[in-house]
């Protein structure tokens, strides 16, 4: 039986804090899913004052290949410190992938600053959590957007924790193609946070 995306068998390759696992694993992300993403954190960043922003990503896997080719923006709670996913908007999500026959292949939050790392929180918190998921993490809420990938901290569930994957690897093994995505926006739009009117002047 498949325990996940990654081999626990794998090799270490230490690089400080950031390992390249010796594995043949290749993501590749379409450009919608990265513009998508980028947009709403920067909607969420450009709260003033700023908030962390949260976005979802789905796909398919044929044996190494990860092509993540859907994204979704969940509702949330949000501040500049913190973001949790509503559990409506969870159970939305979950049906989504079922409807779509998709994957949960990981998500993408922001931070203040230039940390990238896992808080205790991130480690703790994060939904779902198998073998191979990845957690990106966006530096300044993601204001200057996520490419490339070697700004941002890329994590992925190994062995039980979360690991900060080398900037080497990231680079060689996540590539993005021109391919059509599923995008899916579930935040409420008459929120405050988002600036719209609800027709009531
Ligand atoms: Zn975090």
Avoid at 58 to 65: F, S, T, V
Wanted: charged share 25%.
């Amino acid at each position: 039986m498949k325990r996940g995306w990654v081999n626990k068998s794998f090799q270490y390759l230490k690089l400080g804090d950031r390992i390249s696992p010796a594995d043949n694993v290749r993501y590749y992300f379409s450009i919608e899913v990265l513009e998508f993403t980028e947009s709403v954190l920067k909607e969420y960043g450009s709260i003033e004052p700023s908030h962390e922003g949260i976005v979802l990503w789905a796909g398919r896997k044929n044996d190494n290949k990860i092509i993540v080719n859907s994204a979704i923006a969940p509702d949330t709670d949000s501040s500049g410190t913190h973001i949790i996913i509503k559990p409506e908007s969870m159970v939305r999500f979950i049906t989504f992938l079922s409807d779509s026959k998709l994957t949960y292949v990981g998500q993408i939050h922001s931070h203040p600053g230039s940390w990238v790392g896992h808080s205790s929180g991130d480690n703790d918190l994060s939904c779902f959590k198998r073998e191979g998921l990845i957690s990106f993490v966006a530096p300044n809420y993601g204001l200057e957007g996520i490419l490339p990938f070697s700004q941002c901290g890329v994590h992925r569930y190994m062995d039980g924790n979360f690991t900060l994957l080398s900037k080497t690897y990231v680079a060689k093994r996540m590539k993005i193609l021109g391919i059509q995505a599923k995008l899916l926006d579930l935040r409420n739009k008459m929120d405050i946070r988002w600036n719209v009117k609800n027709g009531i002047d």
